[in-house]
């Protein structure tokens, strides 16, 4: 895998269990409130809620800013649903579905979700690994300009802020001095 894949990964990972945490964090609070314990838990709660929110937000805007959205954003919406779950099933004491067949769906969902994630960083690298005859297909059916980007030469992302932006592009911008008089 390339840097930018994992580093894509990585803050989609981040914000999801920030943002799966803070939901389980607020409703905690008032459990502890029907608990009998004191109320100043529920604004503290909910407190810690958004700033996980918040620090989700943070690290998810941050890989937004450095890699593709559909990776970060879908890294984000599973690990926020996996670490919801799993933090209501120990912190809250939520349980998973009963029946046999529930708990295979689930479990068959959530398999399809994490495969589809798989498949969709890896896509590029599975495209071109297939046998002539199925790019032929893939070409007709989803990407018909495959080949084009293949044999053009791909140019490395500037990831730096202060990126150089040439004077000849800016010239639309500047008033000359005749426009400006009038």
């Known amino acids: ?15 999801g269990i920030l943002f799966g945490i803070s ?25 810690v809620s958004i700033c996980c929110s918040a620090s989700g937000f943070v690290c998810q805007t941050r890989g937004l800013k450095h890699g593709r959205a559909i990776v970060v954003s879908t890294c984000a919406a599973v690990a926020s649903i996996v670490t919801g779950v799993f933090a209501g099933m120990f912190a809250l004491g939520e349980r998973l579905p009963s ?48 080949g084009v980007r293949q044999s053009v030469p791909t140019r490395s992302r500037d990831t730096s802020p202060s990126t150089v932006i040439q004077a000849s592009t800016l010239h639309h911008l500047i008033a000359t001095p005749s426009k400006a008089k009038a």
């Open 1 to 15: 895998m390339q840097y930018e894949v994992i580093e894509e990964i990585i803050y989609g990972l981040e914000s």
């Open 23 to 47: 939901s389980v964090i607020s409703k905690m609070g008032f459990l502890f409130l029907e608990q009998g314990f004191s109320k100043l838990l529920v604004p503290i709660c909910i407190s």
């Open 99 to 146: 029946a046999p067949t529930s708990r295979l769906w689930l479990l068959l969902g959530w398999m399809c979700i994490i495969v589809g994630v798989i498949l969709l960083v890896a896509s590029t690298r599975l495209v071109r690994s297939l046998p002539r005859s199925w790019i032929h297909v893939v070409r007709s059916g989803v990407d018909k300009n495959i």
